[in-house]
């Protein structure tokens, strides 16, 4: 069975360290700094095999290229040669074998246009549910903001990331959690699911622990840009006057747009 488990770095950013149990060798996804990995691996006594880019901001790619000169892992990442430090290029369908465990890619644009997603299925991971890293795409409660993309392309990057299984664990790369329910709540104030995850996320924030991973099955019960055909999320579009449209992708823009102004 992988083990999964965050490198805080920055403010609010999360590297994952991905090891098996009772072997060495371990991968590492999205490390924007090296420092904090160098002290990860060197505390679990680790050799980096492995790196995974899902896009090519500095915050998920700036430490790629010391760690290359140190430990000599194969880097995966997108189709843009702005990336520096990419051995293997992948793009959708490929797979990538991360530990034994085999990981499909999914193109996911819309924060940015390089973006991709990087998802086992629970049989190929050896774990108990499939897992998904999907960088700034989906967060906890929320999703990326559109530097490149556009609404359209978020909205399917984001309805293809859903359909995946519903157990499935999303490690997104930032601990955005709170910021996203207080948003959430204002759209959907009678949601109790929506209520219970908030609390949750409180609780979990004041012992300094993670809110991530979360899981898609969570994520479709209280995210609303995931809701977009919720008549809760377009009541409150209509009522706020920013309902432009009530085809997806007009809803999911609209809640884009309230979101980055909230």
């Known amino acids: ?29 999205d490390p924007g700094d090296a420092a904090v990995v160098e002290a990860a691996l060197a505390a679990r006594q680790l050799q980096l095999a492995g790196i995974l880019i899902t896009h090519h901001h500095f915050d998920h790619v700036g430490g790629v290229l010391q760690l290359r000169e140190t430990h000599d892992p194969v880097v995966y990442g997108p189709f843009n040669p702005a990336i520096e430090g990419v051995d293997v290029r ?18 996911v644009p819309g924060h940015t246009l390089d973006h991709i997603a990087y998802f086992a299925r629970s049989d190929d991971s050896a774990q108990d549910s499939p897992v998904l890293f999907c960088g700034d795409t989906l967060f906890a409660a929320g999703c990326g903001r559109l530097f490149e993309g556009t609404p359209a392309m978020m909205h399917a990057s984001l309805q293809a990331l859903v359909a995946l299984p519903a157990d499935t664990r999303v490690y997104c790369a930032h601990e955005y959690t709170l910021a996203n329910l207080a948003f959430a709540e204002a759209v959907e104030p009678e949601n109790a699911e929506l209520a219970e995850r908030l609390r949750q996320a409180r609780a979990t924030r004041e012992q300094g622990e993670p809110t991530v991973p979360s899981t898609l099955s ?45």
């Open 90 to 107: 992948v793009a959708a369908g490929d797979q990538v074998e991360v530990l034994g465990a085999a990981f499909e890619v999914m193109e």
């Open 1 to 29: 069975m992988l083990n999964i488990e965050p490198i805080p770095a920055f403010n609010d950013n999360y590297i994952w360290l991905v090891t098996r149990p009772g072997e060495s060798g371990a991968f590492v996804v």
């Open 218 to 262: 969570l994520e479709l019960d209280t995210n609303p840009f995931v809701r977009c055909q919720q008549p809760a999320v377009l009541d409150s579009l209509r009522s706020q006057g920013k309902l432009q449209g009530t085809d997806a992708e007009a809803v999911f823009a609209a809640v884009r747009g309230w979101k980055d102004n909230f």
